[in-house]
């Protein structure tokens, strides 16, 4: 069994940083892919960046520029390096992996706050 934890949420005054850290944890899997999709009160569960395994990334528009996403392939970790913050950033940020145990399945963390006052 494949468990994603998430850590780094937060608030922050606009402009601000914050970094997040998802960490894959289990035994016997594979990762193809990463990314991080956030979810704003009233509103859809939206992609904001993924990162796979050959290092290719993707942004949502609204973030290019702002947001950076990276890995460790050794710790099974991946980084949402957010600046710039404002206040339409504000959401539950979660985790999401592409992975294969003896199935490929998706997997979710369980979601970090992350709250950019104005």
């Known amino acids: 069994q494949v468990q994603l934890v998430e850590s780094g949420g937060g608030l922050v005054q606009a402009g601000g940083s914050l970094r997040l850290s998802c960490v894959a944890s289990g035994s016997g899997f594979s990762i193809y892919a990463m990314g991080w999709y956030r979810q704003a009160p009233g509103k859809q569960r939206e992609l904001v960046a993924a990162i796979t395994s050959g290092s290719s990334t993707n942004y949502a528009d609204s973030v290019k520029g702002r947001f950076t996403i990276s890995k460790d392939n050794a710790k099974n970790t991946v980084y949402l390096q957010m600046n710039s913050l404002q206040p339409e950033d504000t959401a539950v940020y979660y985790c999401?992996?592409?992975?294969?145990?003896?199935?490929?399945?998706?997997?979710w963390g369980q979601g970090t706050q992350v709250t950019v006052s104005s």
């Open positions: 999401n992996a592409d992975i294969r145990t003896r199935n490929r399945n998706h997997y």
